[in-house]
């Protein structure tokens, strides 16, 4: 069995980091894929979607040094699907468990500094790390 995606896009927000009991680090943020399509009449549309991006551990030390708001990345991993309850309703989310990264270009704004060249622009995890989310640290919206 296969559970994998790969996605370019832009990075919605700064990843926010976190450092769990028991030394666990976990980043989180946003990343928006877009398509472009022409409708029945012919005109040009542009379709965006948002996914929640999660990474762990040593990966995350890369994110927090490289990533920022508007940043074109490739990243793949895996598609994990929660759900937890609160005040007795059941919510559920979606995300995507990043477990290799890289950085595709700078940040889409002008006033950006590109990333050196000879800097290292892949980066991937020596293996893929999860661990479970405690239900107090799950967002009550989806962050856009």
Request: aromatic share 10%; hydrophobic share 30%; proline share 4%.
């Amino acid at each position: 069995m296969l559970n994998k995606i790969s996605l370019i896009g832009r990075v919605g927000k700064d990843p926010e980091v976190k450092h769990l009991d028991g030394g666990a680090v976990v980043a989180k943020f946003s990343l928006a894929t877009s398509e472009k399509y022409k409708d029945k009449t012919g005109e040009t549309k542009e379709q965006t979607e948002w996914h929640n991006v999660v990474i762990w551990n040593k990966l995350v030390e890369v994110v927090e040094k490289w990533v920022k708001k508007g940043d074109l990345i490739y990243l793949s991993g895996k598609v994990t699907y929660r759900s937890y309850d609160k005040d007795g309703e059941t919510r559920y989310f979606t995300e995507i468990n990043c477990q290799e990264l890289k950085m595709l270009g700078g940040n889409k704004s002008e006033n950006s500094q590109p990333h050196q060249q000879s800097e290292l622009t892949q980066y991937q995890s020596s293996k893929p790390e999860t661990q479970e989310i405690p239900f107090a640290e799950h967002p009550d919206d989806l962050p856009f």
